[in-house]
């Protein structure tokens, strides 16, 4: 079991930037790759982006976030971080953290089997 505990959400303007931190533990091991997803009332979740925890340092983000978004993880904190910049308004979601025992596919969220409480980004126009 791992637990996983975000936080960094906020109101925030658009243009505006957050840092969403992600806390991981227990069986730490187990973890391949670390995702970040968000979700709308009544939506499924949606993949923004993942990156693997202990082999090499490969990322993957959702067309929508490319270019603002980045993923960071520091394993001796068993931490992994979402930068986000240049917010905007269809940003605003609840932001979960996940953790997979998989390499591939890491965008679908079936493939993690940890998941946070999530942290509630709004972003005001």
């Known amino acids: 079991q791992v637990q996983l505990v975000e936080s960094g959400g906020g109101l925030v303007q658009s243009g505006a930037s957050l840092r969403l931190s992600c806390a991981a533990s227990?069986?730490?091991?187990?973890?391949?790759?670390m995702g970040w997803f968000r979700q709308l009332p009544g939506k499924e979740r949606v993949f923004v982006a993942s990156?693997?925890?202990?082999?090499?340092?490969?990322?993957s983000y959702a067309d929508s976030v490319k270019g603002r978004f980045t993923i960071s993880r520091d394993n001796a904190k068993n931490m992994v971080y979402l930068q986000m910049n240049s917010l905007k308004p269809e940003d605003t979601a609840i932001y979960y953290c996940?953790?997979?025992?998989?390499?591939?596919?890491?965008?679908?969220?079936?493939?993690?089997?940890?998941w946070g409480q999530g942290t509630q980004v709004t972003v005001s126009s």
């Open positions: 996940a953790a997979s025992g998989n390499l591939i596919p890491t965008t679908t969220p079936g493939a993690y089997h940890s």
């Open positions: 227990g069986r730490i091991f187990s973890i391949l790759t």
């Open positions: 990156i693997t925890w202990s082999v090499g340092a490969g990322t």
